[in-house]
């Protein structure tokens, strides 16, 4: 089975970026262990990042016909974009909303999410095994 692992902007500089709230492992380390991870449940894991909405919003069309799940991290526009709700709810198969920090206990701005109209599961402040849990949770689902 086919998975995304999608995740939004400032999330290529995971490792060196506000350490104190998103811990020492690079994206390239959590995508190694998310690939690693989906062979042992059997999935086919791509890993996309980008910081364009408009990117991910492709993305996430184009996943419509031959991915079975998403996860995605879609960072500050959880909070601000419409876009990549509509087309999160364009997307038929179990959806993995996950945010490395807790965002109910930082910024009010941060403690709204769109995309979690159509989120079926969301995991908060776990870290970067927040990744791992939703692949489980995807694993559970398909
Ligand atoms: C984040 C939380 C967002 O508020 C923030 O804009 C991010 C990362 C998280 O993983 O904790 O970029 O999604």
């Known amino acids: 089975k086919q998975i995304l692992l999608l995740n939004g902007p400032n999330l290529n500089l995971l490792g060196t970026r506000?350490?104190?709230l998103y811990g020492h492992a690079t994206l390239a380390d959590v995508e190694r262990d998310a690939v690693a991870l989906g062979t042992t449940l059997g999935f086919d894991v791509t890993c996309l990042q980008s910081n364009h909405e408009g990117q991910l919003v492709d993305w996430i069309q184009g996943a419509?016909?031959?991915v079975a799940g998403i996860v995605i991290n879609p960072a500050a526009y959880t909070h601000t974009s419409v876009a990549i709700l509509d087309a999160l709810?364009?997307?038929?198969g179990p959806v993995i909303e996950?945010?490395?920090s807790d965002i109910h206990k930082r910024e009010e701005f941060r403690h709204h999410s769109f995309v979690s109209y159509r989120s079926d599961e969301v995991i908060i402040g776990q870290g970067v095994d927040g990744y791992q849990q939703a692949l489980r949770m995807l694993a559970e689902r398909l």
């Open 64 to 66: 419509r016909a031959d």
């Open 89 to 92: 709810n364009m997307f038929d």
């Open 98 to 100: 996950v945010h490395i």
């Open 18 to 20: 506000q350490p104190e």
